[in-house]
């Protein structure tokens, strides 16, 4: 008998947590009557169901009456100008994803050419340029330092 009444007083409690949640009433832009246990925003809602301790939400007419008082009053979007605001969101942070994502590409190939010309100049093979007039220049030893020093530290500065 005891594990009886233990079951029923488990199902009984499972039963009544529903009871306890909050539920609102509002007119919709229509005026039809709605139910539910968020209201919209914007709209003012009677609590008709929950705790009492905790507060409804706070009416539009007084986050509008804050934000006034704040200097910082906007008009709410129509469901037209916030899908329009969306897009543009999203349109721009795609723009900066592709712009991040061309930026490391750049600086991984030149990265890859940095440290490419640095294993050239230090494999101790002659390194030749062209001159003004077309002709291949060899580079001599202070040449060559010199070179290596800058192929050093353009690969410090983009694969890092």
């Not at 009444?5 to 039809?32: E, T």
């Not at 507060?55 to 509008?64: F, S, T, Y």
């Amino acid at each position: 008998m005891p594990m009886r009444k233990i079951i029923l007083v488990a199902a009984a409690l499972a039963f009544s947590a529903g009871v306890s949640a909050q539920a609102y009433k509002w007119k919709d832009a229509n005026g039809h009557t709605r139910y539910g246990d968020t209201p919209p925003p914007g709209v003012a809602a009677t609590q008709i169901r929950g705790p009492s301790r905790i507060p409804a939400p706070e009416p539009a007419e007084a986050k509008d009456e804050k934000a006034d008082k704040a200097g910082k009053a906007e008009k709410p979007l129509t469901p037209e100008q916030a899908f329009r605001k969306r897009q543009q969101d999203r349109a721009a942070a795609e723009d900066k994803a592709a712009k991040e994502r061309a930026d490391a590409e750049a600086k991984k190939s030149n990265c890859q050419t940095a440290q490419t010309q640095l294993r050239l100049l230090e494999s101790g093979q002659r390194v030749s340029t062209l001159n003004a007039a077309g002709e291949r220049v060899y580079l001599d030893d202070g040449q060559r330092a010199a070179e290596t020093a800058r192929a050093q530290k353009a690969v410090s500065d983009w694969c890092n």
